[in-house]
């Protein structure tokens, strides 16, 4: 069945970077667009990321545009979410998640998701 499992969260201070990776199995990754979405506590998911099935093409909500930077590798099925500058407000569980055909920024339209990873900034 498919999987995708996510990695590489913690906790870090404000400033700080963290990388992110969801490995994906049991589906064919070139024909999945990709994406990043977060949950903080008390709040809806809220779209951070998403990538083409090729890699060309990445959009970004404005909250993290130019500090973010999502990328992919088809070679091993895996996307990446580069976290530079981490602000408090930051602090969130992260998931990602596939869908096919070409990305966008709604949540509903993704199929799979993975089991997310907590992502916590600090002063």
């Known amino acids: 069945q498919v999987q995708l499992v996510e990695s590489g969260g913690g906790l870090v201070q404000a400033g700080g970077s963290l990388r992110l990776s969801c490995a994906a199995s049991?589906?064919?990754?070139?024909?999945?667009?990709m994406a990043w979405f977060r949950q903080a506590p008390g709040k809806g998911r809220e779209f951070v990321a998403a990538?083409?099935?090729?890699?060309?093409?990445?959009s970004y909500a404005d909250s993290v545009k130019g500090r973010f930077t999502i990328s992919r590798d088809n070679t091993k099925n895996t996307v990446y979410l580069q976290m530079n500058s981490l602000e408090l407000e930051d602090t969130a569980v992260y998931y990602c998640?596939?869908?096919?055909?070409?990305?966008?920024?709604?949540?509903?339209?993704?199929?799979?998701w993975g089991q997310g990873t907590q992502v916590t900034v600090s002063s």
């Open positions: 998640a596939g869908k096919s055909g070409n990305e966008n920024v709604q949540a509903q339209s993704y199929t799979y």
């Open positions: 049991g589906l064919t990754f070139t024909r999945y667009a």
């Open positions: 990538i083409s099935r090729s890699g060309s093409s990445s």
